[in-house]
């Protein structure tokens, strides 16, 4: 069977798995030519150190834009699912911090979705798209070193970028389609977890029988995926890929940041002590990556391909291969203002007066006037600024991330004193006034930090896709339980009338709030899946 389709764009080689097209629901012989012109047939495309690195390229290109299908079967375009864009712009629109202006991410906005809701689909889809193409890349280079084509310290390299991708993959679909792993310490079902390679037709007939694994258990083979990633990558990489291709630091970060989500704050430390420096200014070491932050908010984001130290993973976007006009992230979340006022964006998605009002959020903080933008109607963040190309990398870890999540969890272990320092630092480079910055005195219990800390992740992270990440992991918190969807504003109420800074709103969010045990608060599994999938059908998210 062929397996690897090669696809020549001006500046760049892409390469599809073609069976990771589909998600399970999605039957080969629908879209996958057994003999495609431009194919490589999977023999070959392992056969060489050539061909193996391009392979491995594949997995990138398939988290950077597999593939969007609207009308579920008659339709392929790009829209940057799953990391490219898509991921960042959904996971924040399921929160309350930013509008849907336009309509165009209404269903999700809206918690109307339903099985068949492009959305969905499209997610789930291109997530085990690209993980079969990080199975089959994985199976690929052990048997290349088997054969001899490529030593075993290179193939377990390559094997790190793919078990990488898969966790971070894996984590993604936990989050809309599971519970948290708080209720119930992962005992809740999960996604069915496949680390074969659905290469022939016979494994994707065994694979349509398979069920769901529990959260626990999936979250299990994340961590396993992501110890091998840290025990093989390297600590470096040159030019662009120190950024876009996997390292040690970026799969401890992402070790870190599940940790946090599972609850288990001693082992998030654990694994944040290794990027973070005992004391200020905080930095990493060149053994996991030389991170460090950004000297001002706006240095953290100096658009297009540009990056900083504090990026420790993105997926690459550039002027060639990108989320098109209708997803990628200077698109939607750039003001449609001209320039110079604006980036003459489409300006989709606005911050909130939700978040901008918020009492937590100092008026004179540097984010507001080097990181947000008024058109005149509505206030947008600047991080993303090439509207023109659309070449804005999607900034999937980022060093401001690792410290807040290191602040929160030294926070919840007891160590207060470091916490505050964590928090210190990604907080004061846009806090300038003494007065306004945080001292012990601040907080007059450990609980009161932690919900500064939790407060500083919505400013600091707002636009890049953590709003979701957050909501569903404090769910259940026993402290800091966010219950649910917030209540959100709709478009008509997101107008420069209603952004008043620190200033209490008298208006009510229109769209209304989904309680946590609200059958909308999770994603259904697709139609596409659960018809081809009895095992699924039986294991459907309830309500749908």
Known sequence: MNIIAKSFLPHKTRLLALTAFLSLGMAGCEVTDLQPKDALPEGDAFSSPANIALAVTGVYDAAQSGFYDPLNGTALGVRGYPFGAAATELDDIRGEDVVDIAGFFGIVYSNQITPSSPNIVNMWSTLYALINQANITIEGVRTATANGVIPIATANAYEGEARFLRALSYHQLLMNFARPYADGQGSSPGVPYRETALNSITKIEAAKAQGRNTVAEVYTKMLEDLQFAEDNLPATRLGGAKVTRATKGAAIALKQRIRLHQGNYPAAVTEGN???????????????????????????????????????????????????????????????????????????????????????????????????????????????????????????????????????????????????????????????????????????????????????????????????????????????????????????????????????????????????????????????????????????????
């Open 274 to 544: 290794k990027l973070i420096s005992a004391a200020a200014p905080f930095t990493s070491s060149s053994a996991f990556g030389s991170f460090a932050l950004a000297e001002t908010p706006q240095a953290a984001f100096p658009g297009g391909v540009n990056t900083t130290a504090e990026n420790v993973f993105s997926i690459e976007n550039s002027s060639d291969d990108n989320a098109s006009v209708n997803g990628a992230l200077p698109s939607m979340f750039g003001s449609d203002a001209p320039v110079p006022v604006g980036i003459a964006a489409r300006g989709l998605i606005s911050i909130s007066p939700i978040l901008y009002n918020a009492s937590f959020w100092t008026c004179n903080d540097l984010r507001r006037t080097e990181l947000t933008q008024s058109n005149g109607t509505r206030y947008f963040t600047r991080k993303y600024r090439d509207a023109l190309t659309r070449s804005d990398f999607a900034p999937i870890i980022r060093y401001a991330e690792v410290l807040l999540n290191q602040a929160e969890a030294e926070a919840r272990s007891g160590n207060t004193s470091r916490a505050l320092l964590l928090l210190n630092a990604v907080r004061n480079r846009a806090v300038v006034n003494p007065a306004e910055r945080y001292t012990a005195a601040s907080f007059a219990t450990p609980n009161a930090l932690i919900g500064a800390i939790l407060n500083e992740r919505r400013i600091e992270l707002v636009g890049e896709g953590f709003r979701w990440d957050d909501i569903h992991r404090l769910s259940v918190d026993p402290v800091f339980k966010t219950d649910g969807i917030p209540r959100k504003y709709a478009n008509s109420q997101a107008v420069l009338a209603n952004y008043n800074c620190q200033a209490a709103t008298s208006v009510a969010g229109a769209t209304a709030p989904v309680g946590y045990t609200n059958t909308r608060f999770l994603w259904p599994i697709p139609s596409l899946e659960v018809a081809n999938n009895p095992t699924l059908a039986s294991q459907q998210n309830p309500g749908y």
